[in-house]
């Protein structure tokens, strides 16, 4: 099956800890995309990637890193140095070119702090 | 910067019924997309129409787009329980060429059988 996976699908992670989700795509998309979505609210994104070993801050990258060194792999850490990561983290994927189409998404990862 | 508004906020209605969702947009765009989640899950695509389109159909979905207007809605007609969703549009900045969408904050759908 073609698609977008996550993990964990749940996480849980204590103050001063770093922790890393993991997004993973086998459609063969050039670009990848991290978001979080608060309760009630659309997603902000975080980071971008639109080719391996290349990727640029979102609007709202404080506190995260990201890496891209394989096509099929994005990759997102959070950092202690973000103060509210409590959220619902979705990473995405769109075949890339002229036009660019509908992104794909994974079923999310959902960080809670203790 | 915000792109995406939209209104409703939430909307009940009955099954059978048509739901009608609004969306209004700041800048010229690329393209315009609707996406439905489910609780708790990730966002599934549901329609694309072009800058240069004005009314997109896909089944029971019926997208409309007024660049003058900076507007576009989707109608979802003869409505069923599983359509109970929430409903985000998202842009694509003309502007931009890295395929970066920005979402509107959603319209929650009940749809009561």
């Known amino acids: 099956d073609g698609g977008i996976t996550q993990s964990p699908k749940y996480l849980f992670r204590k103050e001063g800890q770093n922790v890393t989700l993991s997004c993973e795509q086998n459609l063969n998309h050039d670009a990848m995309y991290w978001y979080r979505q608060d309760p009630g609210q659309g997603l902000r994104l975080i980071y971008y990637?639109?080719?391996?070993?290349?990727?640029q801050k979102g609007d709202i990258a404080e506190g995260y890193s990201v890496s891209r060194e394989k096509k099929e792999s994005f990759p997102l850490t959070v950092t202690s140095a973000q103060k509210n990561p409590t959220a619902f983290y979705l990473c995405?994927?769109?075949?890339?070119?002229?036009?660019?189409?509908?992104?794909?998404f994974g079923p999310g990862t959902r960080l809670t702090v203790l | 910067s915000q792109q995406g508004e939209e209104d409703p906020q939430a909307l009940s209605i009955q099954e059978g019924e048509n739901a009608t969702m609004n969306c209004s947009y700041k800048?010229?765009?690329?393209?315009l997309q609707w996406y439905r989640q489910n609780s708790g899950r990730g966002l599934v695509h549901l329609i694309l129409i072009r800058s240069n389109e004005r009314e997109k159909h896909s089944g029971r979905l019926r997208v409309t787009l007024d660049t003058s207007k900076k507007s576009s809605s989707l109608l979802i007609t003869a409505s069923r329980a599983a359509d109970t969703a929430s409903y985000f549009c998202a842009t694509d900045a003309r502007s931009s060429n890295t395929g970066k969408l920005i979402f509107g904050q959603g319209t929650t759908l009940q749809v009561k059988p």
């Open positions: 800048t010229s765009i690329n393209n």
């Open positions: 990637s639109q080719i391996v070993n290349d990727f």
């Open positions: 995405a994927s769109t075949s890339s070119g002229r036009a660019y189409n509908e992104q794909f």
